[in-house]
């Protein structure tokens, strides 16, 4: 089936402006994560759902930046007065289970450049 | 497309030889590990995975070994392709009640030379 899809692929924002960053992760995938990647560096983690419980939300790194995934599915990743720090590409991966011993399947992420 | 990594270590091989990419990782209590290869543009894509209780494991053309008592994993690549020109991101899983969470290394960019 279809991997983890992500929208929009790209997305620049002025300073200040409120973005959505979409996830479908693969159907039937209980745990969902966020992660962000800066140019150049690994990716870190943001938040983690199992079904529609966020269980995890520690790495977010700002009270700017919320996530929500209401039907256990579709997760949106928002993050309220872009800051140009914002600037990243944001992945989303999902597993099947919530085994820690499961590799995670990613996303080709969303870049996301604040100007 | 844009490069995953402009300032990433980088290793350099001869189409046909082996590769090996190694990382250190940081936590003692990590208990599983994988490698995952990021083409430009892309997501992590996985490669290989091994639990704490192994030293070994072998898949289509790539090995993980992992040394625990130095916190060293490393990944093996026979007979390197064009195709594998990437980032090669190490990943640790902490032990966690709930689910996968992953920590990164910081990466090597691997360039096959035809």
């Known amino acids: 089936g279809a991997g983890v899809s992500q929208s929009p692929r790209y997305k620049v924002a002025k300073r200040g402006q409120d973005v959505a960053l979409r996830c479908d992760p693969i159907?039937?995938?209980?745990?969902l994560f966020w992660y962000q990647q800066a140019l150049g560096q690994g990716p870190e983690f943001l938040t983690y759902?199992?079904?529609?419980?966020?269980?995890?939300k520690s790495g977010l790194p700002s009270d700017r930046f919320f996530a929500e995934r209401p039907e256990g599915s579709v997760s949106t990743l928002k993050i309220q007065r872009t800051q140009q720090e914002d600037s990243a590409v944001y992945l989303c991966a999902s597993v099947y289970g919530t085994s820690y011993n499961s590799p995670l399947h990613f996303g080709n992420g969303t870049r996301l450049t604040v100007t | 497309g844009e490069s995953v990594g402009l300032h990433l270590p980088t290793l350099s091989v001869q189409e046909g030889d082996n590769s090996i990419i190694n990382c250190a990782y940081s936590?003692?209590?990590?208990?599983?590990f994988i490698w995952y290869k990021q083409e430009s543009g892309k997501g992590p894509q996985f490669i290989i995975d091994i639990r704490s209780n192994m030293d070994k494991r072998q898949g289509q053309r790539v090995t993980v070994l992992l040394n625990k008592t130095v916190k060293h994993l490393s990944l093996q690549i026979a007979a390197t392709q064009p195709g594998d020109s990437a980032v090669y991101f190490c990943?640790?899983?902490?032990?966690?009640?709930?689910?996968?969470?992953?920590?990164f290394g910081g990466g090597t960019r691997l360039m096959v030379k035809p």
């Open positions: 759902f199992q079904n529609e419980a966020q269980l995890d």
């Open positions: 990943a640790e899983s902490l032990i966690y009640n709930a689910g996968n969470m992953l920590t």
């Open positions: 159907s039937g995938h209980v745990s």
């Open positions: 936590n003692s209590a990590s208990d599983y």
